[in-house]
């Protein structure tokens, strides 16, 4: 197995400006799975088995959503269906759509959630914790031994709430994935490639550096303004891809990480021009997850149109380093 995802399965509500959808597919593990899917079958000469989800539905699930979860390639053993309701969320976006309102979060079957790693999904080249509490983080890294890495995502609720759980995460794991508000927050630093560095070396982490250095593959997601990775003593910075229709930004996160570990997975050596390029294919599918609502703009793409859009981004940051 190249990549095994542990995070969110669920049900969104969502209003834009642009158009709204109730009770769509959604949650981190089915972003970041489905986008993952799609480039293995299109770069791993195996294409069966690579991506294995690990997470949590109630009995509203419905069994045609998981048609669709195989049908993108999704192997779907690690799901388990629990008596209850599927994690639900409701939120909508406005002006630059930068930030969403949450309207309602009902966690449901998601609360109690003890994910369990099927034995075949516990050696996958590379693990990938979506965000969620980091004590359910850490289940999952005991349970699985992955051959390159192992990678982690959180959000600010964690950093305020958690910060000892939190750093004992990081201090775990070789790559975190991370928007800039909160490795800004984390490190109580302002400038990004120092923030990034504080974490990495463990100092922002609790307990100092004493206690180890954080990760040393800090992805650093910048929203509209692309994609900062600080990597040994590289730092890469990638614009996002420019686009004027965005329709809903829900998951874009999820199926950034998605596309940046399925390239890695399949890379022998990771170095800069290897992570430059999965970075590549991560921010050219955001742009997808952006123009469409829910899981729909990942779901629907063919190869020729992503290629053709992969081919202007290209373009695009030759012409910027000139």
């Not at 509209?224 to 003593?233: I, M, R, S, Y």
Request: some cysteine; glycine content about 8%; charged content about 25%.
């Amino acid at each position: 197995m190249k990549l095994l995802i542990v995070g969110s399965l669920a049900y969104d509500s969502i209003k834009t400006e642009e158009n709204s959808v109730e009770h769509t597919l959604g949650g981190s593990a089915i972003y970041a799975g489905i986008s993952a899917a799609k480039h293995l079958k299109n770069i791993s000469k195996d294409s069966t088995n690579n991506v294995g989800i690990v997470g949590v539905i109630g009995t509203d699930f419905l069994d045609s959503d998981l048609d669709r979860l195989t049908k993108q390639g999704l192997e779907i053993k690690g799901i388990q269906k629990e008596e209850g309701l599927t994690f639900r969320w409701s939120g909508s976006y406005s002006g630059d759509m930068s930030q969403a309102i949450t309207h309602s979060t009902d966690l449901n079957v998601f609360e109690s959630f003890l994910p369990k790693v099927p034995d075949d999904f516990k050696k996958p080249d590379i693990t990938f914790c979506a965000n969620m509490h980091p004590l359910i983080q850490s289940s999952v890294l005991d349970q699985s031994k992955p051959h390159k890495f192992s990678a982690v995502d959180s959000m600010n609720l964690w950093i305020n709430n958690t910060p000892e759980e939190l750093s004992m995460i990081l201090r775990r794991v070789e790559m975190a994935i991370l928007n800039s508000d909160e490795v800004k927050m984390l490190a109580g630093c302002d400038n990004l490639i120092e923030a990034g560095n504080l974490i990495r070396t463990g100092k922002a982490l609790s307990g100092g550096q004493k206690e180890g250095e954080g990760p040393n593959m800090l992805i650093i997601k910048k929203g509209g303004e692309g994609v900062l990775a600080l990597f040994n003593e590289s730092v890469i910075e990638l614009p996002a891809f420019p686009t004027s229709k965005i329709i809903d930004p829900t998951g874009c996160g999820d199926s950034f990480a998605g596309a940046l570990l399925a390239h890695l997975s399949i890379k022998s050596n990771i170095d800069k021009e290897a992570l430059t390029n999965s970075l590549i294919h991560a921010n050219v599918t955001a742009s997808f997850t952006i123009e469409e609502m829910g899981v729909g703009g990942i779901e629907n793409l063919n190869n020729e149109t992503y290629e053709h859009r992969l081919s202007k981004y290209l373009e695009l940051i030759e012409e910027d380093s000139i």
